[in-house]
């Protein structure tokens, strides 16, 4: 048996800073490590001893692709706090800018950081030579979600407009209606997207995930409901910390997640939100999947992409509902007295369940706070499809076989920098 050193420097088309190796010894995958190398931004200490108010927007900045659900879980932790619910139209423009951000993220992963895996390029610009339909749709897509989170939160990113108890300004229902058109267009898109999506050629790759994410008793989740997986476990918000907890481990500046009181991954995301909660997917949706060749349930991770682009539809699609169903609130915010208490809070953030939680005390001021993002989450399954997948493909040749972890690590479409943090690749044969 020959030895080999498989070594790609750096892993493109993903957000953040990092590293992957991979030990083989006598043909045998003994070892997988995610190195998340980028050096920690400490958001969770510099956040202790600011005020409430000033949550939303300091989170923001943990991330420039999904900044709105930092925003969301913030805020819904301290109204948690605070005893404070938003309802009515307040509650619907916050569904409505969380759409506007899984359409501009997804559609940014779909075409421009995974497609290219599928068609065999080594990045979107060479594919947008021969593909230039591809990429114009994706960007037109792009451009819907991001003019409503420019619209709702003042700007496309790090909005600004977004308070505990609301927001600072509300639009009138008529700012809404050249919205309503871009959104149509990007609806039919985002059809075409799924079809497109769903003759892409996939590997086979079938694993048995435990799939955790919200599940509301009405919606598609984003924002509210409770932690449910597809083996049992079904609890309240206020008890993430006592189902799973975090660790270090030496490779990784991210910490790991796991369950609390049992082995075993867990995978969040769109994989999760889909396989649980299918039957909560708008009509349009779900015949556009079963159109795409997606039944209820999909354990492929590299059919992640068309599940994403069903999302994408979905959020267009829920979007002109609750444009068609808007009406102007009488105040932008609801009244929020600040008292001494614990408020935690978890949405669905594109690349799955973003779990917020601060201690303030009697004045609002934060003396505590945690903040578990997707991505660190789904680390240990990350490893986990690695090893699978090399050790099942361990005769192709070592550059494919680079590039194929490249790939399944894009499967997740990683947030590093959320986690603490782009990859390097290097692969080891012993």
């Not at 790090?158 to 700012?175: L, S």
């Not at 039957?279 to 992409?305: H, K, W, Y």
């Not at 929020?336 to 809070?345: D, N, Q």
């Not at 706070?369 to 699978?388: C, F, G, W």
């Given at each position: 048996m020959a030895n080999r050193k498989i070594?790609?420097?750096?892993?493109?088309?993903?957000?953040?800073?990092?590293?992957l190796l991979v030990k083989i010894k006598n043909d045998r995958v003994v070892d997988v490590q995610l190195r998340i190398f980028e050096p920690p931004r400490f958001f969770e200490a510099f956040l202790q001893g600011r005020d409430?108010?000033?949550?939303?927007?300091?989170?923001?900045?943990?991330?420039?692709?999904?900044?709105?659900?930092?925003?969301?879980s913030a805020v819904h932790a301290m109204e948690n706090?605070?005893?404070v619910e938003v309802d009515g139209p307040l509650?619907?423009?916050?569904?409505?800018?969380?759409?506007?951000?899984?359409?501009?993220?997804?559609?940014?992963?779909?075409?421009?950081?995974?497609?290219?895996?599928?068609?065999?390029?080594?990045?979107?610009?060479?594919?947008?030579?021969?593909?230039?339909?591809?990429?114009?749709?994706?960007?037109?897509?792009?451009?819907?979600g991001n003019e409503i989170i420019a619209l709702l939160g003042g700007r496309e990113v790090?909005?600004?407009?977004?308070?505990?108890?609301?927001?600072?300004?509300?639009?009138?229902?008529?700012?809404l209606g050249p919205l309503a058109e871009t959104l149509k267009r990007a609806r039919e898109a985002a059809i075409e997207n799924v079809r497109w999506t769903g003759e892409l050629p996939f590997p086979e790759f079938e694993q048995d995930y435990e799939f955790v994410a919200l599940r509301h008793p009405w919606e598609y989740p984003m924002n509210e409901g409770r932690l449910v997986s597809n083996r049992g476990l079904t609890i309240a918000v206020r008890d993430f910390e006592n189902a799973f907890v975090e660790e270090q481990v030496p490779h990784s500046h991210a910490l790991h997640s796991r369950f609390a009181n049992r082995d075993g991954a867990y995978l969040v995301g769109p994989l999760a939100?889909?396989?649980?909660?299918?039957?909560?997917?708008?009509?349009?949706?779900?015949?556009?999947?079963?159109?795409?060749?997606?039944?209820?349930?999909?354990?492929?991770?590299?059919?992640?992409?068309?599940?994403?682009?069903?999302?994408?539809l979905y959020a267009c699609d829920e979007a002109l509902r609750l444009i068609g169903e808007y009406e102007m609130p009488d105040r932008p915010a609801v009244e929020?007295?600040?008292?001494?208490?614990?408020?935690?809070?978890c949405t669905e953030a594109p690349r799955g369940i973003l779990y917020h939680r601060y201690r303030l005390d009697d004045r609002g001021v934060?003396?505590?706070?945690?903040?578990?993002?997707?991505?660190?989450?789904?680390?240990?399954?990350?490893?986990?499809?690695?090893?699978?997948f090399v050790q099942a493909h361990i005769d192709l040749p070592e550059e494919m076989l680079g590039l194929r972890c490249e790939q399944t690590i894009r499967n997740y479409d990683p947030c590093i920098s959320c986690a603490t943090h782009f990859l390097k690749l290097k692969y080891e044969r012993d």
């Open positions: 070594k790609v420097d750096y892993l493109a088309r993903v957000e953040g800073e990092g590293g409430c108010s000033e949550a939303p927007d300091i989170t923001a900045r943990i991330c420039g692709i999904c900044p709105v659900a930092y925003q969301m706090a605070f005893g509650r619907a423009l916050r569904r409505m800018i969380y759409c506007g951000e899984w359409i501009e993220s997804h559609a940014l992963h779909v075409a421009l950081l995974h497609a290219p895996d599928f068609l065999g390029y080594p990045d979107a610009l060479r594919m947008a030579k021969d593909h230039p339909g591809i990429v114009e749709r994706a960007l037109g897509i792009k451009k819907a790090h909005p600004i407009n977004v308070r505990i108890g609301g927001f600072y300004k509300v639009p009138t229902k008529r700012a939100r889909y396989n649980l909660n299918h039957d909560r997917l708008s009509p349009v949706a779900r015949e556009a999947a079963r159109t795409a060749g997606l039944a209820s349930v999909c354990r492929n991770p590299f059919r992640s992409i068309v599940v994403r682009s069903v999302e994408i929020v007295r600040p008292i001494a208490g614990t408020g935690c809070a934060i003396q505590e706070a945690k903040i578990v993002p997707p991505t660190s989450q789904n680390q240990k399954v990350i490893e986990n499809d690695l090893r699978q």
